[in-house]
């Protein structure tokens, strides 16, 4: 089978399927050298980039399906997964232009719906533990950090800044830190990815004081070493403080 022909059955499948004139995008935040990152795809044969996404199947439910997609894309489970807006537009995107830049072939203008609403869900992944995967459709799937991001297709571009806004919205009371950082990391290194989510600094002493303040943190008796100034300790999350924190509104620290 061609690539055109599988391109033309996939999409035959999806109309019989799948729910018609809707799918869901899911905005995949990363963090690795201290840039908060996002998951994203390039079309074949295209210097066009989008979203990991995709459609749902009639007998499916729309959280299963996020999951599925994020599973696909990341060889991951059971992830920090929430959906935070309906993207629903009378016209989103030019639609006869993006299938051109996509190379689509000429028949799937006809096979389309005119209109397509779609689910914005953002998940947290701990970027060290994310097997980058494409679809039949893409010739990559790679991170890209957020404040460099390719021309995108669709209105995704507009998807992760609602995305964002949300990321920050939502700081203190869910579990962002927990889901994004490594398993052993340092204050500092903390810190950042605070910094790099609200998009200003903060202040290191207080920052420090703040957090420490939380008995969210367990200090190990091991340190990060091969720097330029003093080895910080390595810290991990009391995972059941973080979760009382949480249910408590305790985690106001920004």
């Avoid at 295209?46 to 009639?58: M, R």
């Avoid at 990341?74 to 996509?102: E, I, K, P």
């Avoid at 799937?141 to 990321?167: E, G």
């Avoid at 810290?235 to 924190?245: G, L, M, Q, S």
Wanted: glycine share 6%.
């Amino acid at each position: 089978m061609t690539y055109t022909e599988h391109l033309i059955a996939y999409y035959k499948k999806v109309a019989s399927e799948c729910i018609s004139g809707v799918s869901l995008d899911c905005v995949i935040f990363g963090f690795h050298d201290t840039k908060l990152k996002v998951l994203l795809l390039r079309w074949k044969d295209t210097k066009e980039w989008s979203l990991p996404g995709g459609f749902i199947y009639k007998a499916e439910s729309v959280d299963a399906a996020a999951e599925r997609v994020l599973h696909e894309r990341t060889g991951l489970n059971q992830l920090f997964l929430q959906q935070f807006h309906l993207f629903g537009d009378a016209v989103r995107y030019d639609q006869n232009d993006t299938l051109r830049r996509q190379k689509m072939p000429d028949l799937l203008f006809g096979i389309c719906p005119d209109r397509t609403i779609t689910m914005g869900y953002y998940a947290l992944v701990d970027y060290t533990k994310v097997t980058p995967t494409a679809d039949f459709l893409s010739d990559e799937c790679v991170w890209c950090d957020v404040s460099d991001l390719p021309s995108m297709l669709y209105d995704h571009r507009q998807i992760i800044d609602v995305a964002l806004k949300t990321l920050r919205l939502q700081l203190n009371w869910q579990p962002i830190g927990l889901n994004l950082m490594p398993e052993k990391f340092t204050i500092p290194e903390l810190q950042r990815l605070y910094e790099t989510v609200l998009g200003r600094p903060l202040d290191a002493r207080n920052f420090h004081k703040k957090i420490t303040g939380l008995s969210i943190l367990t200090r190990l008796n091991e340190r990060r070493t091969g720097g330029a100034h003093k080895s910080p300790y390595l810290y991990h999350f009391d995972r059941v403080n973080y979760e009382k924190a949480l249910i408590n509104g305790n985690l106001i620290f920004v």
